[in-house]
């Protein structure tokens, strides 16, 4: 799988040199300017600059649905599995009740994430 001429390669793009928040759960996550984006496998990883000295790379899964929301300066990144399985409930019920092994932060979430200063 890659991200090359997707709707998230183009919503990166966008976000490059912006100053972002990320929020899970309403927490923030990360924020800083964009600098750098590129895959690794099934993630993404991100070089954000906090300030002038701290410059820090991260990686997150690759989401099953982006929505990018320009007026409001607000892009989503869906992880939720009723996403993952485009509604199906027959096969969201099958994939619900199966153990979580990891303490994923991004597991059935979304992650927002806000331009500031725009």
Known sequence: MTI????LEDTLKYLLQKNLKLYIN???Y?????????QNNYHIELTIKKNDTDVKKFEIPIPFAVELW??????????RLLTLTKKNTMVYNI?????????NKFYDKILEIQIVGE
């Open 70 to 79: 320009k007026d409001d300066g607000l892009v989503y990144f869906d992880y």
């Open 95 to 103: 994939l619900k009740p199966l153990s979580v092994e990891t303490n």
């Open 30 to 38: 990360r924020k800083g300017r964009l600098l750098l984006f590129k």
């Open 4 to 7: 090359n001429d997707t709707e």
């Open 26 to 28: 309403n927490k923030q």
